[in-house]
């Protein structure tokens, strides 16, 4: 042991030290600190568009951002931009400054809004909702309203081969499914066309994606822009019951997750890590084919994350929280309706404040009439 | 309108012209030929669908993708078909501080097409394009590789007729 | 009369021919440079010039090259960014097709001075005539044994590849540049690693704007302390200036860096003054992303000095009430332009140009531009002024590459100094939307 630590790089992150392989990233860094203290889950940073599982991916969406407050021990100057903690590397002594500084999550509400200015709001009939890394990331630093008033972006659904489905209305661009095409399948058909906020994942003209590993694309995508056809408006992943089974197959690990609703089995996916990163691709044989029980042997319940909501409600009485510990979460997790808004009671406050928001209508419609 | 290809190969001139632009690049590295074999395509058969897109990808041994893709970040390929004679011009500031918004309005008025639009007689394309550097000699469009700059209301009229003739 | 470093022999009747330039002391640096210097003797002469990068930033060019990495038996390349696509910005264009000869004296001397032996100069697509111009000059040269293979008889081999771009602003940024050079989308790439280590094909590269590279052959003729010795400060030599909008005279002129603002606008050697019977309203100063100057900053510091024009004194101030030298794009504004109406225009240009590719710059920038439009066409309301602050804030410095601030500066830069203008639009909406319209309220003009 000894001998060994003099290799690794010691950083602080939110006040937290922790000694890192050389190379090792911000974003890895503080993982490792979730991962070895799960209370502290929370100081790590959001990732939309990095995956550690594919090359390339990260430093696009932003959403990981953090202050750099000393570089190294060797030049302990703050770095003067924050910079994307998924693909920036440690350096000893260096200081990371994440949850603790307002800066950094002003920066992130702002990411959250940009996101879902184009974003269309329709949770409610989206098969993504309930393991959505968008929703989690605009519950956990978003803002509870919106400045946005401008139109939003639309297109049309295309079906991609005969499993997946391509909502780009909900895409956000990160662009794990092109590097899940370039890397794990031998000849890439879809990919982003155009550009700035009018780019969009296609196949160009229609193509259907068509290879034996197209529908991990589903797996890896963080909204609900790539959706599995066989799965569709079958039910809220809240409603369903993950259970790990695996079979021999001849293309892939044949490593997944069983998604029942009693014992019927309505999906089938990768197995995800703590961070929504599938562990091993699947097939699309393993995925879109083999939906009986009598396919796989099982191996258990897939642990869920408490915070997640597939968690709630569930069946497994001996992880159901004591009043107490679920009072004390809440207390700890408890934040402020984040809406810098100043509330008001006064009638006449309310009142004036309405004719004030009705002037810009006012306004269009004195316009209308004066043109 | 420009004639949908429909035998999709080079010219032999213009294959020439290819391997010779291939030829540049360190081996193994003839993807980045993409743009400049572009252009050529495009002037062959005046836009780029998908058959020309394909051949190009089979030349320069990529996936369709790719040049699909790149074609459609760069605003100069032409993606759908367009006229004898692509006007592209250009709105950005400097130009409009001469007068170039009043001049772009006379010209629509004289071809009747908005941007994006293709006279019927298949002759003038209309694009609206940002800088093309020229802002010293605004206001300016591009046909081709000509630009046509200090333009007035008499300047585009004389243009378009003798472009028409 | 000032200096001329780039632009002395730029009116000579055929100086785009080989023979014509050859007459006027031309690729005698070339000889210079490779007979009778090693390629360090001549990055310390660009070191010593104090050179600044001309497309923008500003950044030594000598130092730059310094940081080039020089791993054994990897190529290196020299890339020129040719790409000038920024509004108010035609200098490039201007030099590249009156006297090409002078870009390739200056990309072989700095090939040379870089070990790099096969060289690239990136041109905008749009500019097809000026690559078929700079590609005969190639010809010529090669032909005349200035390129190619042993050149000169020294064993230096330079091949120099005119690449055409396809219409896309971000590729003047040097990594989309370089992307776009290996046949892909104009996607900025994060940094580090910095194309100086990893650049065009995984290897080293140096990317130079064409004015920065044509500087190269004067300074080897003269010596880089003699370059030094003009301009003023760190603001060495002599800088295009790209002159458009309300003046007399719109064009490219060569100032010694430290001329005066008010010089370069009124006298006649340069803009020739306003546009007859109007006055000076507003300045941009270093093309469309650097931030608006109203009249009464323009030729006074906020300290009450002389305004030069070099890169401290157009920064002096900071963003509150100075601006930048840029990429040297001269636009003036008269009392008849309407700020938010140009704002709207610059944000409707970055909206467009962006790569789409973080997620601040593509939503944010559309953002920007859609309630621009509000405001200019007579739908805004008093909340958006402040929102259009805020959105520029959280684009600036949250992006991959400068393109995002490139687009909030405008934005901020107009609403700090014109906010009147902003605000009589959303209270006159019916007024400030007829054709001609603009704010005559209580502004300086000069």
Redesign the interface.
Same mark, same amino acid.
Request: charged letters at 20%; a positive charge; hydrophobic letters at 20%.
């Given at each position: 042991m000894e001998d060994i630590k003099p290799q690794l790089v010691k950083i602080t992150f939110d006040g937290i030290e922790v000694e890192v392989e050389p190379g090792t990233t911000i974003m890895q860094a503080a993982r490792k600190i979730a991962e070895a203290d799960e209370s502290q889950a929370a100081l790590v940073p959001p990732a939309m568009c990095y995956y550690k599982p594919l090359n390339a991916s990260g430093g696009k969406c932003r959403a990981c951002l953090v202050k750099v407050a000393q570089g190294s021990a060797k030049d302990p100057r703050p770095m003067p931009k924050l910079v994307p903690s998924c693909i920036t590397q440690v350096q000893e002594g260096m200081v990371v400054e994440n949850t603790t500084n307002r800066g950094v999550l002003d920066t992130r509400k702002s990411i959250v809004e940009f996101l879902l200015i184009n974003h269309p709001l329709d949770c409610p009939i989206c098969d993504q909702a309930g393991e959505c890394h968008l929703q989690d990331f605009a519950f956990e630093h978003g803002s509870a309203k919106t400045r946005y008033e401008e139109e939003r972006r639309t297109f049309d659904k295309i079906d991609i081969g005969p499993h997946v489905q391509l909502h780009m209305t909900r895409c956000i661009l990160c662009y794990r499914c092109v590097y899940t095409a370039d890397q794990i399948t031998d000849k890439r058909v879809h990919g982003v066309m155009n550009r700035g906020d009018a780019s969009e994942i296609s196949t160009y003209i229609e193509k259907a994606i068509d290879n034996d590993f197209s529908g991990n694309v589903i797996d890896v995508c963080p909204v609900g822009a790539l959706t599995d056809k066989t799965f569709r408006f079958k039910q809220r992943v809240w409603f369903t019951k993950p259970e790990d089974a695996h079979r021999d197959c001849d293309k892939c690990c044949g490593k997944v997750t069983l998604w029942y609703r009693g014992d019927e089995v309505l999906r089938v996916t990768a197995r995800k890590n703590t961070w929504g990163e599938v562990n091993d691709f699947i097939c699309n044989t393993c995925r879109f084919d083999k939906k009986k029980t009598s396919d796989w042997v099982l191996e258990g319940p897939t642990k869920v994350k408490r915070s997640s909501v597939i968690s709630a409600n569930k069946y497994r009485a001996d992880l159901v929280k004591k009043p107490d510990f679920a009072l004390k979460l809440a207390a700890s997790q408890y934040k402020p309706v984040d809406d810098d808004r100043a509330y008001v009671t006064d009638e006449d406050t309310i009142r004036q404040q309405s004719i004030e928001n009705n002037d810009k209508a006012n306004h269009r419609s004195l316009l209308a009439k004066n043109n | 309108m420009t004639e949908t290809p429909n035998l999709v190969a080079f010219t032999p001139e213009r294959l020439e012209k290819v391997k010779e632009i291939i030829a540049r690049y360190p081996e193994g590295r003839q993807k980045s030929a993409l743009l400049p074999v572009l252009h050529v395509a495009q002037e062959q058969w005046g836009w780029l669908n998908s058959e020309v897109m394909d051949y190009v990808a089979g030349i320069l041994s990529i996936q369709p993708v790719e040049v699909y893709e790149v074609a459609s970040f760069y605003t100069m390929y032409h993606l759908d078909p367009v006229g004898k004679h692509v006007i592209e011009y250009c709105r950005t500031g400097p130009c409009c501080l001469m007068g170039g918004e009043d001049v772009y309005g006379h010209l629509k008025q004289k071809l009747g097409v908005e941007a994006g639009q293709t006279t019927a007689d298949g002759l003038f394309t209309l694009k609206e394009v940002e800088c093309l550097a020229a802002c010293g000699w605004g206001p300016v469009f591009q046909i081709r590789e000509q630009f046509y700059m200090n333009l007035t209301n008499d300047k585009v009229d004389q243009i378009i007729e003798d472009l028409s003739k | 009369m000032a200096k001329k470093i780039l632009t002395e022999h730029i009116n000579v009747p055929g100086i785009e021919t080989f023979d014509v330039y050859r007459k006027q002391g031309g690729y005698t640096a070339v000889e210079k440079a490779i007979k009778t210097m090693t390629p360090e003797e001549v990055v310390e002469e660009a070191k010593k010039s104090g050179v600044r990068g001309r497309g923008g930033a500003g950044f030594p060019m000598g130092m730059k090259w310094g940081f080039l990495a020089k791993p054994e038996g990897v190529?290196r390349y020299l890339v020129c960014n040719a790409d %000038?696509?920024?509004?108010? +910005?035609?200098k490039?264009?201007h030099l590249m097709k009156s006297i090409p000869h002078l870009l390739i004296e200056g990309m072989i001397i700095s090939s040379y001075a870089l070990g790099a032996n !096969?060289s690239f100069i990136y041109v905008? #697509? %749009? $500019?097809?005539?000026v690559i @078929?111009i700079l590609e005969k000059a190639i010809e010529e040269a090669k032909a005349q044994g200035f390129l190619g293979k042993n050149i000169l008889g020294s064993g230096y081999d330079l091949?120099l590849?005119v690449?055409?771009? =396809? =219409?896309?602003?971000i590729c003047g940024e040097e990594t989309a540049l370089l992307e776009? $050079?290996? =046949? !892909?989308?104009?996607n900025p790439r /994060?940094k580090p690693p910095f194309p100086a280590v990893k650049g065009l094909?995984q290897s080293p590269t140096v990317v130079n704007n064409v004015e920065s590279i044509a500087n190269m052959s004067w300074i080897i003729n003269n010596g880089g302390d003699a370059y030094a010795a003009i301009g003023i400060g760190r603001s060495t030599g002599t800088k295009l200036i790209?002159?458009? #909008? &309300?003046i007399e005279k719109?064009?490219?002129y060569e100032i010694e860096l430290g001329v005066s603002v008010e010089e370069f606008l009124n006298s006649d050697e340069y803009c020739g003054g306003i546009r007859k019977g109007h006055h000076l309203k507003a300045l941009v100063a270093g093309g469309?992303s650097v931030p608006i100057l109203p009249a009464h900053l323009i030729m006074k510091t906020a300290n009450g000095e002389d305004r030069l024009m070099s890169y401290e004194s157009l920064s002096d101030g900071g963003f509150a009430t100075g601006t930048m030298l840029g990429s040297g794009?001269f636009?003036v504004?008269d009392e008849t332009?309407c700020i938010v @109406? /140009?704002t709207w /225009?610059?944000s @409707?240009?970055y &909206? &467009? %140009?962006? *790569?789409?590719? *973080?997620?601040?710059c593509?939503? =944010? +920038?559309?953002?920007m531009e !859609?309630?621009l439009h509000?405001i200019e066409h007579?739908?805004g309301?008093m909340h958006d002024v402040d $929102?259009l602050v805020d959105i520029s804030k !959280?684009i600036e #410095? /949250? +992006?991959?590459c400068p393109l995002g601030d490139a687009a909030a500066w405008p934005v901020a830069s107009a609403i700090r100094h014109f906010r009147d203008e902003f605000v009589w639009h959303i209270t006159n909406?019916?007024e400030a939307t007829q054709p001609g319209a603009v704010y005559r309220g209580e502004m300086e003009l000069a």
């Open positions: - | - | 190529p %000038e696509s920024e509004p108010g +910005t035609f490039d264009h !096969k905008r #697509g %749009e $500019l097809m005539y @078929r091949e590849i690449q055409p771009g =396809g =219409g896309a602003y776009s $050079l290996e =046949g !892909k989308r104009g /994060n094909y790209s002159a458009s #909008g &309300h719109p064009g490219v469309s794009g636009i504004f332009a @109406r /140009n /225009n610059f @409707r240009f &909206h &467009h %140009e962006s *790569c789409g590719q *973080c997620s601040p593509r939503e =944010g +920038t559309g953002w !859609k309630v509000r007579g739908h309301s $929102l !959280k #410095g /949250n +992006t991959i909406p019916h």
